[in-house]
């Protein structure tokens, strides 16, 4: 295989990314400034050295000088420990946290498929029952920050009935975020509003 159908079978693993797509990256790169391939490269290399996944809400996080297994949101007990805002993936965090939410997060890594029996398989469902019990003393109240997706909401409904057992009070979001949204493109507004009308 030649390095251009090699790269190419490389970036049509990427999420989104077909083969038309794949092949004008390697087009781009073969036409790019050295440099800027060098660039890449070396960003990719250090993105698996310089890069830790937080031990409790399972983000990836850029390493900090101490040995600290937690990310910063997860290190800073300045921060509200009794609500805990459950997402789909990292990039939905990055967008609460511009609505001003100051509670604590765990991401689930995905939704579960609507014909799925086995919902272990496609997120973190028993570290999220881990943290939650063993957090069960400050721990007041659990958001389901899903999309507002098919997907999203049949997530949602599985975290209902698994997590309605426990204590912890379960909310999901409110009127504001539109049918067929992500949480990834909703502005803050919308989240702050949404997380106002929670319910
Ligand atoms: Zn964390």
């Known amino acids: ?42 960003n990719i290399k250090a993105l698996g050295a310089q890069t830790n996944q937080c031990k409790k809400c399972y983000r990836w996080y850029a390493k900090n ?5 937690l990310c910063n949101i997860c290190a800073d007990t300045h921060r509200d420990q009794s609500t805990l805002f459950i997402v789909e993936k990292d990039a939905d965090i990055d967008n609460v946290e511009r609505s001003g939410f100051k509670g604590l997060y765990f991401v689930l890594g ?23 019990k063993n957090e069960a003393s400050v721990l007041k109240e659990v958001i ?8 999203g909401d049949h997530t949602r409904q599985i975290l209902q009935e698994t997590l309605q057992a426990d204590s912890v009070k ?11 949204s992500e949480l990834e493109y909703a502005d803050p507004d919308t989240i702050q509003q949404a997380l106002g009308n929670r319910h």
Do not use: C, H, W
């Open 144 to 151: 389901l920050g899903l999309s507002a997706t098919t997907e």
């Open 1 to 42: 295989m030649s390095p251009i159908d090699k790269l190419t079978a490389l970036f049509e693993r990427f999420p989104g990314i077909g083969p038309r797509q794949a092949r004008r990256f390697v087009q781009y790169l073969l036409t790019a400034n050295p440099a800027v391939r060098q660039e890449l490269a070396e």
């Open 170 to 180: 379960l909310s999901s979001l409110g009127r504001g975020l539109s049918t067929g």
């Open 110 to 132: 995905g939704t579960i498929p609507l014909a799925s029996e086995e919902p272990t398989k496609y997120i973190r469902l028993n570290p999220l029952l881990t943290r939650i």
């Open 65 to 69: 000088d101490g040995s600290s297994m």
